[in-house]
């Protein structure tokens, strides 16, 4: 199998050439690691030569690295039925830089896109219909960024009396405790004398 990736590794990069700045091989899987800019060119390649048939995409998601520069990772998942082989491709981005969109290549990247656009504030240029998917109307800030507050912002909640949902800034009203998740043998400070060992034997 290692054999098979390797040959498939090599033509992959000897086929798109500067499209992409490199691939790897760990865990017997293949990621490729593409360029922004050329992300159509390279997913038309998978998909189209004849020795990779990439014809699935799986997935579209982001992973957030808010101490790099281009914090972001989005990642592409896509399977070739024909190979039985599977290939990751990554790209990096960040908050102000756009990523154009699949949906002319994939027409199931509309969703995969519009979740990594919800999740992370990643924007996709040319999509035809670039909105949130998983959060509600007005919903401020994208949940999957570390930098993203545990509680949220807002709470939710429906009035019975009003027979709406109401929106509030959060509110913790229970005083903050200190757990310190320790067994009660890990955290004992009591201590037996000589004469209650004796009893407990």
Same mark, same amino acid.
């Given at each position: 199998m290692?054999?098979?990736? @390797? /040959?498939?590794?090599? &033509?992959? %990069?000897? =086929? #798109?050439?500067?499209?992409?700045?490199?691939? *790897?091989?760990?865990?017997?899987?293949?990621?490729?690691?593409?360029?922004?800019?050329?992300?159509?060119?390279?997913?038309?390649?998978?998909?189209?030569?004849?020795?990779c048939?990439?014809?699935?995409?799986?997935?579209?998601?982001?992973a957030?690295?808010?101490?790099?520069?281009?914090?972001f990772?989005?990642v592409?998942?896509?399977?070739?039925?024909?190979?039985?082989?599977?290939?990751?491709?990554?790209?990096?981005?960040? @908050? /102000?830089?756009?990523? &154009?969109? %699949?949906? =002319? #290549?994939?027409?199931?990247?509309?969703?995969y *896109?519009?979740?990594?656009?919800?999740m992370?504030?990643?924007?996709?240029?040319?999509?035809?219909?670039?909105?949130?998917?998983?959060?509600d109307?007005?919903?401020?800030?994208?949940?999957?960024?570390?930098?993203?507050?545990?509680t949220?912002?807002?709470?939710?909640?429906?009035?019975?009396?009003?027979?709406?949902?109401?929106?509030?800034?959060?509110?913790?009203?229970?005083?903050?405790?200190?757990?310190d998740?320790?067994?009660?043998?890990?955290?004992?400070?009591?201590?037996?004398?000589?004469?209650?060992?004796?009893?407990?034997?």
């Amino acid at each position: 199998m290692s054999d098979v990736l @390797e /040959d498939l590794k090599a &033509h992959i %990069l000897d =086929g #798109l050439g500067s499209a992409v700045n490199g691939a *790897e091989i760990s865990f017997g899987e293949l990621t490729l690691h593409a360029r922004r800019e050329e992300i159509v060119k390279t997913i038309a390649f998978l998909r189209d030569d004849p020795l990779c048939k990439f014809t699935t995409l799986i997935d579209i998601c982001g992973a957030d690295y808010p101490e790099r520069e281009r914090r972001f990772d989005i990642v592409y998942h896509m399977l070739s039925m024909h190979l039985n082989h599977r290939i990751r491709i990554k790209l990096t981005t960040d @908050e /102000d830089v756009s990523v &154009h969109t %699949l949906v =002319g #290549l994939f027409p199931n990247a509309d969703w995969y *896109e519009r979740e990594v656009f919800d999740m992370y504030g990643v924007a996709f240029d040319e999509h035809p219909d670039l909105r949130r998917l998983l959060t509600d109307y007005g919903f401020e800030g994208h949940p999957l960024r570390k930098d993203f507050p545990l509680t949220g912002f807002v709470e939710v909640r429906y009035d019975e009396e009003r027979k709406s949902v109401i929106y509030e800034p959060v509110n913790l009203p229970q005083e903050f405790r200190d757990f310190d998740f320790m067994s009660p043998w890990e955290g004992a400070k009591y201590v037996l004398d000589e004469e209650e060992k004796k009893k407990g034997a």
